[in-house]
């Protein structure tokens, strides 16, 4: 039996694909999945939760195909590869979450580190997947550039999904499609280890895990820009005089500019926060800015 936060999800699900996440409200999920609004928050605090509960979601479809197709030993590595294909083309056809994270035309959801540690996790499981699978169908002839041929694997598939995330259905059935996607990546791989294709990378001391990840300079940045981000556009509708506005944009730019530094000053970048921690519109901002600065120093 569906729970009624499952209802609420698949609701939300419906209408994010159908309108973006953007243009639907909570009063239309609420109506959606049967119930008032007041009974939503019950379930759900925001429909920013309700987007981290549907990647989640998806995510825990992927951990279930991906476990029963480990769980399939009988089947030739190479239908295992075809069905790792055909995991992904489905995930966008069914599932409709990458249409769904298409149409985020407000980005500052992307500062949520909820949301981006999901995603990393899917992301996690279906490479370590594609690898097992490689190691088991070509043996150790490509662990040096297993995660080169991952890569140019996801980016060929990215752009057969495009079509497909903007309404556009293939003319041929997914398997089809999955199996000649496999023939293609397979004749790649034959004549990568024919010419004795040089790595991109040193990938076996590389640590591609989410929390390993997370903690990349890269990964805090996108959270640092997507706040700041989000902090200048609350300076244009919080309710000020101009003076207090201007201030408080001269103190923002001192602070963007602080963080930029080669070397930065943590005395000065703390005072800033201190200052603009003062406004409630700010405060939520400044405690993740706060609290994600001090990650990068440790």
Request: include cysteine; aromatic fraction near 8%.
């Amino acid at each position: 039996m569906k729970t009624k936060e499952q209802d609420i999800i698949e609701a939300a699900v419906r209408l994010f694909s159908e309108k973006g996440y953007t243009a639907t409200s909570v009063d239309e999920i609420a109506k959606e999945s049967g119930m008032a609004k007041a009974s939503f928050y019950k379930f759900f605090q925001s429909k920013e939760d309700v987007l981290i509960a549907t990647v989640k979601e998806h995510g825990r479809t992927i951990s279930e195909t991906i476990e029963r197709l480990y769980a399939a030993t009988d089947q030739p590595p190479e239908k295992r590869l075809a069905s790792f294909i055909d995991l992904q083309l489905n995930s966008v056809l069914e599932s409709k979450i990458h249409s769904i994270m298409v149409s985020l035309h407000d980005k500052s959801i992307l500062q949520n580190e909820k949301l981006l540690h999901a995603c990393l996790y899917i992301e996690y499981q279906t490479n370590q997947w594609c690898t097992d699978c490689l190691n088991q169908i070509y043996g150790p002839k490509v662990d040096p550039f297993v995660y080169d041929i991952i890569f140019m694997v996801r980016a060929m598939l990215m752009q057969f999904m495009f079509l497909p995330i903007i309404g556009i259905r293939p003319q041929v059935p997914i398997r089809e499609l999955s199996e000649m996607l496999t023939k293609l990546v397979d004749q790649m791989i034959h004549n990568m280890i024919q010419i004795d294709y040089k790595p991109v990378w040193d990938w076996s001391s590389v640590d591609m895990s989410p929390d390993q990840i997370e903690k990349s300079p890269v990964f805090q940045g996108i959270l640092i820009h997507e706040l700041l981000i989000a902090m200048k556009r609350t300076l244009h509708s919080i309710e000020v005089d101009e003076q207090e506005r201007a201030e408080l944009w001269q103190v923002l730019g001192s602070l963007e500019e602080e963080i930029t530094r080669m070397e930065r000053r943590s005395g000065m970048i703390r005072a800033l926060l201190e200052f603009l921690k003062g406004y409630d519109a700010l405060e939520e901002y400044t405690l993740k800015l706060q609290r994600v600065l001090s990650l990068r120093e440790t």
